[in-house]
C-alpha cells in the first residue's frame, strides 16, 4: 500500500498564496501519477489538478487555471500545489491522491490511494 501525507494547508486572504505538498511512501510503482482533489462541506469532491509520472503533462480544473501549478520531484515521491491568487471558494479540504496507472485521470474513482487531507481556507 502507498501512504500520502500533505501539508501546506491553512489560512489565508483573499489573494494570498499556499503552496501545499504531499509525501507519498511504501509500496513503489514504476510509474504513477499523482493528483490533488477538494472538498467542501455538503460539495462533492472535485478534481483540481494531476501531473503524469513524467511531469510532462499536467491538467486543471477550469475553475483554478491560471492560479493553481501543479509538480512533482519524483526523486522524493512529492507533489506540490501551488495556489496563487486564492479565492473564498478555494476553501476546502483537499486530498492528494496515487493512480498507479500515471495517466490522464481526473475522476476520484480513477484513484488508488489518498492522504488525509488539509484544510484551505481563504477569508473575503
Known amino acids: 500500500q502507498v501512504q500520502l501525507v500533505e501539508s501546506g494547508g491553512g489560512l489565508v486572504q483573499a489573494g494570498g498564496s499556499l503552496r501545499l505538498s504531499c509525501a507519498a511512501s511504501?509500496?513503489?510503482?514504476?510509474?504513477?501519477?499523482m493528483g490533488w482533489f477538494r472538498q467542501a462541506p455538503e460539495k462533492e469532491r472535485e478534481f483540481v489538478a494531476a501531473i503524469t509520472w513524467s511531469g510532462g503533462n499536467t491538467y486543471y480544473a477550469d475553475s483554478v487555471k491560471g492560479r493553481f501549478t501543479i509538480s512533482r520531484d519524483n526523486a522524493k515521491n512529492t507533489v506540490f500545489l501551488q495556489m496563487n491568487s486564492l479565492k473564498p471558494e478555494d476553501t476546502a479540504v483537499y486530498y492528494c491522491?496515487?493512480?498507479?496507472?500515471?495517466?490522464?485521470?481526473?475522476?476520484?474513482?480513477?484513484?488508488?490511494?489518498w492522504g488525509q487531507g488539509t484544510q484551505v481556507t481563504v477569508s473575503a
Open positions: 511504501g509500496r513503489t510503482f514504476t510509474s504513477y501519477g
Open positions: 491522491a496515487v493512480n498507479v496507472l500515471g495517466g490522464r485521470e481526473l475522476e476520484p474513482y480513477e484513484y488508488d490511494y
